[in-house]
Each structure stands twice: as structure tokens, then as C-alpha cells.
């Protein structure tokens, strides 16, 4: 059996089935969202058109295209930032260690320096004044990596909170925790 209401909006007479009763509904005249009512308060004297069910656009008439609705954003912008971040940060380490590592190996002859002889070399080239470029880039490119490394990590904590591409933003951590490692190894070695 049908609830049958008046529409508070344009007070034109509205049929809905039973289950709509107690709900939002959208007049087929007005196209307001209404409450319908659980029984019936109006007694037809003509046939009344269908409601159709609140939140959704009326059907198009024939012969016209159906209307597009926009699909709801299920992104999350700031889990691809922090998977950029966390791969730009990985691409400026290495791309430093490159650039510096043929410069410092000439420095250093063929020993391998340990953390305390780097700082110890930079120290003295620093206050001599004669710094050298392999120097600076090899300074420049780890505050830059740090930079990034940390603003990708903001990101992917800020990501994580928001249940859109949670697998990127694991994929950023997982790039993301390499620098630690890295710092790890080189203490120890």
C-alpha cells in the first residue's frame, strides 16, 4: 500500500511506497528533499507521480542522455606526495653519493672513511676556508635528502590517517625507512 503526502515545498500531492515512509525523499514536482510521512495524509482525487528517493537526481525523460554525477574523490593526494617525497629523497642520496664518492675516494686515498673522518676533514676545509665542490655537494645534497626525507615521512604519517591508498603510502615508508638504515650501517661500519 502506498503512503500518499503533500509536498511541504510546492504543496503538490506525492505518492511514495511504504518502505520510503519515515524517510528523505525527493518531490518529483520541486525536486526538494522531504520527510514523507509513515501513514498517508492526503486523499487523492487524480493519479500523483512517484517520489523518487532523496539524494539521488531525477531519471532523465526518454529520448534525453542520462544526466553524469560526479564520482566522490576517494584519493588521497598526500599518499602519492609522500611516495614522491620518499623516492626523490632516495634518488638526491644516491645521486649525491655519485657525484661525491670518486672526489672523496681521491681525498681520502683508497681507505674508506669513517663518519668521525668525514667530519673531522669537513671541519678542516670549513675554518681553512678552501672548501672543496665535491664538499659542498656532498653537504648541499644531505641537507636537500634530510629535507625531503623529512617531509615525506610527515606525509606518510598524515596519509595513513586516511584510508584512500593506504598501499602507497606503506610503499613510501618502506622507501622512507632506508634512511635510518643507512645512518645504521654507517655508524657500524
Known sequence: ?????????????????????????????????????????????????????????????????????????????????????????????????MIAAPAMLEAFGDTEPSMSDMQRYTQEKVQGGEIEPWLLVLMAGGCTSLLVWVGGLVCAIIALTRPARRKMTIVAFGFLALFPLQLVAGFLL
Open 1 to 97: 500500500m502506498a503512503v500518499q503526502f503533500v509536498c511541504p515545498s510546492c504543496s503538490n500531492p506525492i505518492e511514495i511506497d511504504d518502505a520510503w515512509g519515515g524517510k528523505q525523499v525527493a518531490c518529483p514536482y520541486c525536486h526538494n528533499t522531504v520527510t514523507a510521512p509513515i501513514e498517508s495524509t492526503y486523499q487523492p482525487s487524480a493519479e500523483i507521480p512517484m517520489a523518487q528517493p532523496g539524494g539521488y537526481p531525477p531519471p532523465a525523460p526518454l529520448g534525453y542522455p542520462p544526466q553524469q554525477v560526479a564520482p566522490a574523490k576517494t584519493g588521497n593526494a598526500i599518499a602519492v606526495w609522500a611516495l614522491v617525497l620518499s623516492i626523490s629523497w632516495l634518488v638526491i642520496s644516491i645521486g649525491t653519493s
